[in-house]
């Protein structure tokens, strides 16, 4: 059994194709710059030499599919030799409204669905449609599945996922939270109750997942709770270049103090902000760690102020399940940086965290990071969305 897991934003696309005889990765690489001057595709196939940024044609992203296609046959760089071995398609998908709490095998209607929340995702569920709509007409055959990136969280409940707003905005346009990173907060949240040896039926996990965007869940026996992004991936964490939580009296404040519309602010907080806005640094925790070493404050400020932010959302989803059992951390930054893992912890004292230093220096490994006597076990667990693509598609067909 193939699967080819495809990941297409705005203008690019990621794909691997996974052999789930034993999970390996067959292939994996980026389409880039899709639409644009210069589109160019990296291809990386297991075990023989690939290409990186081949300059090729690209106007849309059927045109990138058929070119994933072509590298995934070639006879030189390829790893398959018929299309026919490539037994379905997994489609991340950015947003499933309220309609989807699993990932669903493509059909009219949820190509539908897809097409109404394009308001909600309007950078990612067009194009993550037109990936779907390229795949269904270069291999008919082949079946599609969908995998939401707001389903896990679906079993939010009324008090967690509602914004105190007049409801009939709610009713009229279905704003909500919604939450994002579902894929990987189910993946890292089961790993973890696996890994630890928790009974799933009584268990309370904070996910940190910690990467350029950064989200917080809640999961009590298994089911999402609470998450920190909202009706987009801009509410929650301070994140890599998003603002997170704020006034929204802000976003008018800065409009008429800078003469800009509401539309130029948004962008503002979600691409000029975050670390990268606080340091003038950059948003990579590499660059921000190396420029705090020597002496910057405000890239020391954007550190401090991005594990503050989530100690608070710790704090409050420990609250909201009157306990937890266990942190995970995942994720670029999660999985990586020990530094920002111990300032996170040192926090957490109160709800008798303890952690093993030596064991939070291993990077990039699952793990665990908490001292044998500590209250709440801590652990780094690797995420990988697109085996958990792969296994929620392999598991619909
Ligand atoms: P992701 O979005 O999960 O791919 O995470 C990307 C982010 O992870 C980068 O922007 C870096 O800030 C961070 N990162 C990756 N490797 C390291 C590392 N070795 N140490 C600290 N941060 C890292």
Redesign the pocket.
């Known amino acids: 059994m193939k699967i080819l897991v495809l990941n297409c934003g705005s203008s690019s696309l990621k794909y691997q194709l996974i052999d789930m005889e034993n999970e390996s990765v067959l292939a994996k690489g980026i389409c880039e710059k899709i639409g644009m001057d210069g589109s160019m595709i990296s291809h990386n196939p297991s075990g023989k030499e690939g290409f990186k940024n081949r300059q090729e044609a690209m106007p849309d992203h059927k045109a990138a599919v058929k070119l994933v296609i072509d590298a995934l046959l070639d006879k030189e760089v390829g790893v398959i030799s018929d299309m026919k071995e490539i037994d379905a398609v997994g489609h991340r998908v950015l947003h499933g409204g309220k309609y989807y709490s699993e990932s669903i095998v493509v059909n009219e209607d949820v190509k539908r669905v897809i097409r109404e929340c394009f308001d909600l995702g309007p950078l990612h569920n067009p194009a993550n449609l037109i990936g779907i709509e390229a795949c269904e007409a270069l291999m008919p055959e082949t079946p599609q599945v969908a995998v939401f990136d707001t389903a896990f969280h679906q079993t939010m409940p009324q008090k967690a996922f509602m914004y105190a707003l007049p409801y009939e905005y709610y009713e009229k346009y279905a704003i909500r939270k919604y939450g994002f990173h579902g894929t990987s907060h189910r993946f890292v949240s089961a790993r973890t109750i696996d890994f630890l040896g928790l009974d799933k039926n009584n268990s309370k996990v904070i996910v940190c997942h910690l ?3 950064a989200s917080l869940s809640a999961v009590q026996n298994g089911k999402c709770v609470d998450t920190s992004m909202g009706l987009t991936p801009l509410e929650g964490l301070v994140m ?1 270049t998003r603002s997170g939580d704020l006034d929204p009296a802000v976003v008018q404040y800065i409009a008429n103090k800078e003469n800009r519309s509401v539309d130029d602010v948004l962008n503002i907080l979600n691409k000029k902000s975050g670390v990268l806005g606080i340091s003038g640094v950059s ?4 660059d921000l ?1 190396a420029a705090a070493t020597s002496g910057n404050e405000r890239a020391k400020a954007a550190l401090d102020m991005f594990v503050y932010r989530i100690v608070k959302y710790i704090g409050s989803y420990a609250a909201a399940m009157n306990g937890v059992d266990a942190i995970a951390f995942t ?3 999660g999985e ?2 020990s530094k920002v893992r111990a300032a996170i912890c040192s926090y957490l004292g109160y709800l008798g965290v303890k952690i093993d230093e030596e064991q939070n220096k291993l ?1 990039g490994k699952e793990n665990v990071i908490s001292a044998p006597d500590s209250k709440v076990k801590v652990a780094v667990i690797p995420t990988n969305e697109e085996l958990a693509i792969a296994r929620e598609t392999l598991a619909l067909i």
């Open positions: 990467g350029n965007g890599g948003s990579d925790f590499r760690d994720a670029g930054i990586n940086d990077r």
